[in-house]
């Protein structure tokens, strides 16, 4: 199982409901959703919400997407052609003058011994703030189930590296951040660039 996630709705385990970002008990409250950091007062651009749409589609390729090559994993053609499509659309929202988005690919596997249910509460929260408080700079959210080797990747994709640095700080993603140590037996982050190359008609996904 995977999920893309571009709503405020996180998707439920099973014999959850759906709940909606605005009604989360936590030790963190969420923030307004206009937030006194400038950065997450960023309105996002024809060109992202393009991405956006086009990211709805984004799966893997490949039975080892865990741990191979981000830009040889996905799907990045077909995102290609849909981001082109809704490019071609019109729209009132201001145009980007440099079309580069930022991802973040975490790469981990998890102790057998860890409590799972904590691990997907706290991850989470940490979605809920970053949708609540980015104003639209999180195009996407995606993750995916362990393998039998119990590795497992999320990836995430913003409209500016400036404004996942922000978000990293808030107090969910730090709780979060905090339980790696108990509950991976290794972790690491890589960062890509996405650009889009008008001349060639297409994405390049390279490391950042």
Not at 4 to 28: D, F, H, K, N, Q
Not at 72 to 90: C, D, G, M
Not at 171 to 189: D, E, N, T, W
Request: proline content about 7%.
């Amino acid at each position: 199982m995977s999920n893309v996630l571009i709503s405020g709705v996180y998707p439920p385990r099973e014999g959850e409901a759906e709940r909606e970002v605005t009604a989360t008990p936590s030790e963190y409250p969420l923030p307004a959703p206009v937030s006194s950091d400038p950065l997450l007062r960023y309105t996002p651009t024809h060109e992202d919400e393009c991405m956006r749409e086009a990211l709805k589609l984004l799966h893997p390729i490949r039975d080892d997407f865990r741990t191979a090559d981000y830009a040889t994993s996905f799907n990045w053609p077909e995102i290609t052609e849909s981001f082109i499509k809704h490019l071609k659309s019109p729209s009132e929202l201001p145009a980007r003058s440099e079309c580069d988005w930022y991802a973040l690919v975490f790469r981990s596997q998890r102790r057998a011994d860890c409590i799972d249910t904590d691990l997907f509460e706290a991850d989470r929260q940490a979605y809920e703030e970053a949708y609540s408080t980015s104003n639209g700079g999180l195009l996407v959210y995606w993750y995916t189930e362990l393998d039998e080797n119990n590795y497992c990747m999320t990836t995430c994709v913003w409209t500016a590296r400036n404004i996942a640095r922000s978000v990293s700080l808030l107090p969910r993603h730090m709780a979060a951040a905090k339980m790696a140590a108990g509950v991976y037996v290794s972790h690491h982050i890589d960062r890509y660039r996405i650009s889009w190359v008008p001349s060639q008609q297409t994405l390049s996904v390279a490391l950042w």
